[in-house]
């Protein structure tokens, strides 16, 4: 066996990455940055997606973020959007990434095209409609969402009521709203199918991501929707915002704030984009040490073994104090089960979840190397 396939990924042998899968990151980077605790002597190590957590842990200004994927298109995702923070101002680099309207795409993007890598160039070069549509809106999760945001929910709720849901309220009258006005036959009946294992897997999610989930998926879903809609403050909610609205209008996350964005454009040399695993990444020897990792929800995808390897690699780089946080979706995966010298940090956890915005995950793991 050679040592390609020893640091192979898992889920590299069942899932397709031929293409721009998520095009924003669904994982709430306020709770993220909170756990992590970073400092500016922090080398992190993001899994990349789309970009926008990488780019927020810019705004603690850390001596190096690693921004990693599998997937050539995500990086190249990314990678447009830290060329527009680097050479546009604030309104340009929102038009053209897709948070704010415009009909000007194009010319913003002919400015920057240079910058890019020449691989990426020529991807969006060849996808210009990509750019036209503005890049957020134009991956596999986002285009299921926009099927049940413009085409579901209309036959479940009018477009007063939907408006409503996103209205300032008390938990009291957010719990009225839901039993009385949102909780009806067609919501339920409709939003089991469309979140179904099997619709899911067609339109949203690579069917092989369900692989070690052994939940009913729409279930778990449906009880954490109602949770985002009765517990949190949903006019705060910029996902629900996006999922209901199409955009995000005001209510934007971490990344996207006008408050962070010159921060984010000072410290975007920092940020080094690598098409790779985690496992090969950890295994660079010009890589001297990783303090603090966002590992996405990648353990959904593979065995415990796997899981513990990849851990067992990242010893190598990482002292004591080292944090470690990550997503579980619908798979329980949590690296404490298996090491002594990692301590789950339960309690901070569990409180960090409540507050996800993102809200479909089921748990949200803090860890940190002793």
């Known amino acids: 066996m050679s040592t390609k396939d020893l640091v192979?990924?898992?889920?590299?042998?069942?899932?397709?990455?031929?293409?721009?899968?998520?095009?924003?990151?669904?994982?709430?980077?306020?709770?993220?940055?909170?756990?992590?605790?970073?400092?500016?002597?922090?080398?992190?190590?993001?899994?990349?997606?789309?970009g926008e957590n990488a780019l927020a842990m810019l705004t603690k200004n850390p001596n190096k973020v690693y921004a990693i994927d599998l997937n050539s298109n995500q990086i190249a995702c990314a990678e447009?959007?830290?060329?527009?923070?680097?050479?546009?101002?604030?309104?340009e680099c929102m038009q053209l990434i897709g948070v704010f309207d415009s009909t000007n795409r194009i010319d913003i993007y002919n400015k920057i095209k240079n910058e890019l890598s020449d691989e990426s160039q020529k991807y969006f070069d060849e996808n210009i409609e990509i750019i036209k549509k503005g890049i957020i809106h134009t991956g596999k999760f986002e285009k299921y969402f926009q099927i049940f945001g413009q085409k579901v929910l209309p036959l479940i709720h009018s477009k007063k009521t939907r408006k409503e849901l996103l209205e300032k309220k008390t938990r009291e009258e957010r719990m009225f709203f839901y039993n009385k006005k949102w909780n009806n036959l067609r919501?339920?009946?409709?939003?089991?199918?469309?979140?179904?294992?099997?619709?899911?897997?067609?339109?949203?999610?690579?069917?092989a991501f369900f692989r070690?989930?052994?939940?009913?998926?729409?279930?778990?879903?449906?009880?954490?929707?109602?949770?985002?809609?009765?517990?949190l403050d949903t006019s705060e909610n910029s996902y629900l915002y996006y999922?209901?609205?199409?955009?995000?209008?005001n209510v934007l996350p971490l990344a996207y704030r006008k408050e962070y964005f010159e921060t984010i454009k000072n410290n975007i040399d920092k940020l080094v984009l690598l098409k790779e695993s985690v496992e090969t990444f950890?295994?660079?020897d010009d890589i001297d040490y990783i303090s603090k990792y966002n590992l996405s929800d990648i353990f959904e995808y593979m065995d415990d073994s796997q899981m513990c390897k990849i851990f067992e690699k990242m010893s190598t780089k990482s002292e004591k104090g080292t944090l470690i946080a990550y997503?579980?979706?619908?798979?329980?995966?949590?690296?404490?089960?298996?090491?002594?010298n990692l301590d789950f940090k339960e309690k901070e956890s569990e409180e960090l979840l409540k507050k996800d915005k993102a809200f479909f995950y089921s748990k949200f793991i803090v860890e940190e190397i002793v």
């Open 187 to 207: 919501w339920n009946l409709l939003f089991r199918i469309f979140f179904s294992r099997t619709v899911m897997g067609k339109l949203g999610r690579d069917k």
């Open 243 to 249: 999922i209901i609205n199409g955009k995000y209008e």
């Open 80 to 91: 447009l959007k830290k060329i527009a923070y680097k050479f546009l101002n604030y309104e």
């Open 212 to 231: 070690y989930v052994n939940v009913n998926v729409a279930e778990h879903i449906l009880a954490r929707t109602k949770y985002a809609i009765t517990e």
């Open 8 to 50: 192979k990924s898992e889920v590299e042998d069942y899932a397709k990455f031929d293409l721009i899968r998520y095009a924003q990151v669904w994982e709430d980077a306020d709770i993220l940055l909170e756990a992590l605790k970073i400092n500016e002597n922090d080398n992190i190590l993001s899994i990349a997606s789309a």
């Open 327 to 340: 997503w579980n979706m619908l798979a329980d995966k949590r690296l404490s089960k298996y090491f002594e």
């Open 282 to 284: 950890i295994e660079r």
